[in-house]
C-alpha cells in the first residue's frame, strides 16, 4: 500500500518523539512491504516563529491532502514562553484548534491501557494494579467549551470573562453511535459522563445518547456524572470499557485516565472525521521542560502511529505488530525515566527516547 503521512512535529519534546514514530513506521514499511511518504509541517510554537501564525491554510491544506496527519506536541511553557504573551487567538493551541475543526475532527479516541508490566509505575493501590484496566475514551472534540463564543468586557467596572457551552442534537448523535459502534467491537459497554444534575447541555447529552442506545441493544449503557466519574477513575478504574463524554469533561479526565497507566507518556489518540482520514497524537503535551534531552517517552507516539495504520489504512497485522513490539520491549525491561519504577531501577535498563525507539524497531516482525 501506498501511504501519505502529514508530520507535525510541532515543539518541545515533539520532533524528537515523531522522529521515533517514523522509525517504527518505516521499519513496518519495509516488513510489510508498503511505501510511505513523509511531508513535514510546522504548527504550534514554532511555526509562530517562522510566520507569526501557529497554522496557515497551506500547512491545513497539506494536511487535508494526506491520508493521515501524524502529530508530536505543540505549545511551551505557559508561564515563561513569549508565545503566551500573544493574543489567544495566536498563541500555539489555537493552531491545533482550528485544525481539528477545519478537518471535522469530531471523534477523538483515548486508549488507556494498563500494560501488566507497568502495574509497579501505577499510583493506585496495589490490589488495583493487579486487576489491571482497559478502557477507551471517546471524547466529543469540535463542540462545547472549546467552540463555542467567548468575550471578555467590562461590565459596571470590573472585567467579566464568558465562554459558552453549546451542543446541538447532531454533534451528539454522530459521536455516540461511534461509542457504541466501537463499543460493540470491545466489551459492549457504555458509560456516558455528564453533569446533567447542573447543565442543560448535559441533560441533552443524556437524552440523545439514550436515543442512540436503542439501536444498541446488546450494549450496556449507564450515564455517570463526570465529579462521580473523577472519583470512580481511581477508585476502580476495571469498571470501565468505552467512556462517551464532551469535549472538556474528556479532556481532563482523558488526563487522569493517563496518570493511571503509570505515565503520560504512553497514550495515543486518534482523532477522526467521518472519512478514514485522522489526526494521530500522543494525549501527552510538549513536556517543554526537557525537550532536546533525548529522555522523553516515544511510546504515545508510536501507539499513536499504530492506531493510524488501523483506522485510516486499515492494517490491522501491521497495527498489532506495533503494539506487540512495544509490549515484548516492556516484557524485556527498557524502561524511559517516566516509567521507571522507583526503587528498582537495578531490575530495568534506562532507556533513552532515540533508544526506544530503536528498540521498539528491532522488534517489528510479520508474524
Ligand atoms: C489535548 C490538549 C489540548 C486540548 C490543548 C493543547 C488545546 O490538552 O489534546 O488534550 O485541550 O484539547
Ligand atoms: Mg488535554
Excluded at 503521512?5 to 519495509?30: F, N, Q, R, W, Y
Excluded at 509497579?120 to 484496566?133: I, R, V
Excluded at 477513575?233 to 464532551?246: I, M, N, Y
Excluded at 509490549?327 to 535498563?349: A, C, N, S, Y
Amino acid at each position: 500500500m501506498k501511504m501519505k503521512v502529514t508530520c507535525i512535529p510541532g515543539d518541545g519534546i515533539g520532533p524528537e518523539i515523531v522522529t521515533e514514530a517514523k522509525k517504527v513506521l518505516k521499519k513496518v514499511s519495509m516488513v510489510f512491504g508498503h511505501e510511505i511518504e513523509f511531508t513535514d509541517v510546522l504548527m504550534g510554537g514554532c511555526s509562530i516563529d517562522a510566520v507569526g501564525v501557529p497554522l496557515t491554510d497551506e500547512t491545513i491544506e497539506i494536511c487535508r491532502a494526506a491520508d493521515a496527519v501524524l502529530m508530536g506536541s505543540i505549545g511551551g511553557n505557559t508561564s515563561t514562553s513569549p508565545w503566551y504573551k500573544l493574543d489567544p487567538s495566536l498563541r500555539p493551541e489555537a493552531g491545533l484548534l482550528k485544525l481539528r475543526k477545519s478537518l471535522n475532527l469530531f471523534a477523538n479516541l483515548r486508549p488507556a491501557y494498563l500494560y501488566p508490566e507497568l502495574k509497579d509505575a501505577c499510583p493506585l493501590k496495589e490490589a488495583t494494579g493487579e486487576k489491571g484496566f482497559d478502557m477507551l475514551i471517546m471524547r466529543e472534540l469540535t463542540g462545547g467549551l472549546y467552540f463555542g463564543e467567548r468575550n471578555t468586557k467590562e461590565v459596571d467596572g470590573e472585567l467579566v470573562a464568558t465562554d459558552t457551552l453549546v451542543y446541538r442534537e447532531s454533534e451528539i448523535r454522530r459521536i455516540a453511535i461511534r461509542a457504541f459502534d466501537v463499543a460493540r467491537k470491545r466489551r459492549k459497554s457504555v458509560i456516558s459522563v455528564d453533569k446533567a444534575n447542573v447543565l442543560d447541555s448535559s441533560r441533552l447529552w443524556r437524552k440523545v445518547v439514550e436515543e442512540v442506545a436503542q439501536d444498541y441493544p446488546d450494549v450496556k449503557l449507564e450515564h455517570m456524572l463526570v465529579d462521580n466519574c473523577a472519583m470512580q477513575l481511581v477508585k476502580d478504574p476495571s469498571q470501565f470499557d468505552v467512556v462517551l463524554t464532551e469535549n472538556m469533561f474528556g479532556d481532563i479526565l482523558s488526563d487522569e485516565a493517563s496518570m493511571i497507566t503509570g505515565s503520560i507518556g504512553m497514550l495515543s489518540s486518534a482523532s477522526l472525521n467521518d472519512t478514514s482520514f485522522g489526526l494521530y497524537e500522543p494525549s501527552h503535551g510538549s513536556a517543554p521542560d526537557i525537550a532536546g534531552m533525548n529522555i522523553a517517552n516515544p511510546i504515545a507516539t508510536i501507539l499513536s502511529a499504530a492506531m493510524m495504520l488501523r483506522y485510516t489504512f486499515n492494517l490491522d497485522k501491521e497495527a498489532d505488530s506495533i503494539e506487540n513490539a512495544v509490549k515484548k520491549v516492556l516484557e524485556d525491561g527498557f524502561r524511559t525515566v517516566d516509567i521507571m519504577p522507583k526503587g528498582q531501577e537495578d531490575r530495568f535498563t534506562k532507556t533513552s527516547c532515540t533508544e526506544m525507539g530503536d528498540l521498539i524497531a528491532e522488534r517489528i516482525t510479520n508474524c
